[in-house]
């Protein structure tokens, strides 16, 4: 009987309990075993107790449970060849040909690599006596496929990732209650939202919420942002707006690439002569990324989780390394390594302000 096992790495995002539940309890179905590995590939790299077979009833309650109940964690170990050696011998030792990884675009372009890596890794264990051929030998062939867990839905090839509508909603729901006081009070806020390379839940979260003005890094500002925000937030205010909202994403910056911070901004529109708005700081953190996973994420998590079991289940040696993509309500399946290099690229083109090229490679198909 295989046996694959299903892993969440790098930052959690509300939805990994689905992914994991989904693959745990399709694997079973298709009469697989299940693994689970625990605290990502540290838990890979460590072994032992981090490598845990599932039954149907483990993964019982899971959907509606936030973060990721198998842990996460950032692994040093597995940047270098001795890390995932170590990994390797582990997958073979517990019988494990197949591997599902949850996780942002760091996660899946280690994913990627290890199962490159994986033939010259089975023979250096073979060659240093940590193995033998019989051992190695129904593994010579390592099969993955990457799911995206991610709240900043910052994945090229893909509508959308596990997580960023809950962290979307969460957002929205936040700023509901700072719009009750701030109403109550006249006042203004900056509301700090997550996304360094990615304005999506700062853009999304502007439109869902009415907010005065966004800040977003694919949008840098030009020099005459100051007077542009002030002029437009007057406006409103004349129109009768007994509050002010200020989106601004972590990575927002103006045209000269230098940052645009919520200080800057509260300032501003709190200066004696100029609007002089009684205004606060909001900055949400981990709100974002805690809590329970909204219906969207519940559902997308539970389909693409059963679609990564199909896509082991369906690969040959030769296939390219898949990840689950979901394209206008679609469930697809994509090569990884061109998604990892596009989201990479998009980065990239932030940092050198050529935004044209960057919404290209985001929306390439
Ligand atoms: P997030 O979107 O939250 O940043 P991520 O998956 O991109 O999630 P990373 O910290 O980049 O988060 O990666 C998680 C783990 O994946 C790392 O700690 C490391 O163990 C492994 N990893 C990331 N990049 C690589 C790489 N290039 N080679 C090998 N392993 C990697």
Known sequence: RRRIAVMTSGGDSPG??????AVVRMAI??????????????GLVQGGKFIRKMEWSDV??????????????????????????????NMILN????????GGDGSLTGADKFRHEWPGL????????????????????????????????????????????????????????????????????????????CGWLALMAGVATGADFVFIPEKPRADNWKEEMCTIVARHRQL?????????????????????????????????????????ITTLGHVQRG?????????????????????????TPTTPTPFIAINENKITRKPLVQAVEDTKE??????????????SLRDTE
């Open 16 to 21: 990994m309990n689905g992914a994991t539940r």
């Open 29 to 42: 179905e298709k009469g697989c075993e299940a693994y689970c590995i625990y605290e990502g590939y540290e």
């Open 60 to 89: 019982r309650g899971w959907l509606s449970e936030g973060g990721t109940l198998i842990g996460t964690a950032r692994c040093m170990a597995f940047y270098e060849r001795p890390g995932r050696l170590r990994a390797a011998k």
């Open 95 to 102: 019988g494990i040909d197949a591997l599902v990884i949850c």
């Open 122 to 197: 089975v023979d250096e264990l073979v060659s240093t006596g940590e193995l033998t051929t019989e051992q190695v030998e129904p593994y010579r062939h390592l099969n993955i496929v990457g799911l995206v867990g991610s709240i900043d839905n910052d994945m090229s090839g893909t509508d959308a990732t596990i997580g960023c509508f809950s962290a979307l909603g969460r957002i929205c729901e936040m700023v509901d209650y700072i719009e009750a006081t701030a109403s109550s009070h006249s006042r203004a806020f900056v509301i700090e939202v997550m996304g360094r390379h």
């Open 240 to 280: 009768g707006k007994r509050k002010t909202i200020v989106i601004v994403a972590e990575g927002a910056h103006d045209q000269h690439g230098n940052k645009i911070s919520p200080e800057q901004i509260k300032d501003l529109l709190a200066d004696k002569n100029g609007l002089a708005l009684d205004t606060r």
């Open 291 to 315: 809590g329970t996973a909204c219906a969207y994420d519940r559902y997308l998590s539970t389909l693409q989780g059963v679609e990564a079991v199909n896509a082991v289940l369906d690969a």
């Open 346 to 359: 998009v980065a990239k083109a932030i940092e050198a302000q050529d935004f044209d090229r960057a919404m």
